[in-house]
């Protein structure tokens, strides 16, 4: 998981520099947006692979998988937007606490 995180560092440098000319608070709060557009994109795509949109594209789950994915890069930019000193660390606490082995070990305590 460093890995990705080096690589959202990185990311989040090339679009801070991008967005320099906005505040801060506006920067977090588009990258926050950006989870729900390729959330959105995600569901796009299901609905074309199951023939349930109007737009008449085409879909399979190769493009489903691509804007979930999408979603999560995003998604750990926004968390580094948010807090860049400890994203990584906030991340691994939710994640613990979220997971079915993270609600037990929080019962038992």
């Known amino acids: 998981m460093d890995a990705i995180w080096d690589d959202i560092e990185k ?3 090339v679009c801070r520099a991008a967005g320099a000319h ?3 608070e506006e920067l977090r709060s588009l990258q926050i947006g950006k989870v729900a ?5 995600a569901m796009h795509a299901l609905h074309g692979l199951k023939g349930l949109t109007t737009c008449g ?8 998988q691509n804007d979930l994915v999408g ?3 995003a ?11 400890d994203a990584r660390v ?3 606490e939710i994640f ?5 082995r993270g609600r037990e070990a929080a019962r038992a305590v």
């Open 96 to 100: 613990h606490r979220r997971t079915r």
């Open 37 to 41: 557009e390729e959330a959105g994109e």
């Open 57 to 64: 594209d085409d879909h399979d789950w190769n493009e489903v």
């Open 11 to 13: 990311l989040s440098a």
């Open 75 to 85: 998604a750990l930019l926004a968390m580094h937007y948010v807090s860049p000193a």
């Open 22 to 24: 906005l505040p801060d």
């Open 90 to 92: 906030t991340f691994d």
């Open 71 to 73: 979603a999560v890069i």
